[in-house]
Nanobody, 130 residues
Framework: QVQLVESGGGLVQPGGSLRLSCATS????????IGWFRQAPGKEREVVSC????????YYADSVKGRFTISRDNAKNTVYLQMKSLKPEDTAVYYC???????????????????????WGQGTQVTVSS
């Protein structure tokens, strides 16, 4: 079955950096959208960024654009999220999720992905605090 395992979370000071990893298994990478989502205490889960496994096209939420970079390693079936210039408001549990691409755009899937994506990891905590 589909499995996604996140790692790389932790405590970092404002302005610092972290790199999250999402190791996947149980599906072929022919045509999937894989994304990062986050949920802060008392808030709904929200999209951070997504990437296509086939052509590498990406989408970023406005709140992270220019600070976060999503990338993939098809040989390792792993997706990364490089986070820089972290802010306290980035504090959340970060989840990796995946769903087969179904003929729309990466952006369209990503925006509704918090409710749409069918496979989820267990999450990794990111805390930005001094």
């Amino acid at each position: 079955q589909v499995q996604l395992v996140e790692s790389g979370g932790g405590l970092v000071q404002p302005g610092g950096s972290l790199r999250l990893s999402c190791a996947t298994s149980g599906f072929t990478w022919d045509n999937y959208v894989i994304g990062w989502f986050r949920q802060a205490p008392g808030k709904e889960r929200e999209v951070v960024s997504c990437i296509s496994s086939s052509d590498g096209s990406t989408y970023y939420a406005d709140s992270v654009k220019g600070r976060f970079t999503i990338s993939r390693d098809n040989a390792k079936n792993t997706v990364y999220l490089q986070m820089k210039s972290l802010k306290p408001e980035d504090t959340a549990v970060y989840y990796c999720a995946a769903d087969p691409f179904f003929g729309t755009t990466v952006q369209a899937m990503c925006i509704v992905g918090a409710k749409l994506f069918g496979s989820w990891g267990q999450g990794t905590q990111v805390t930005v605090s001094s």
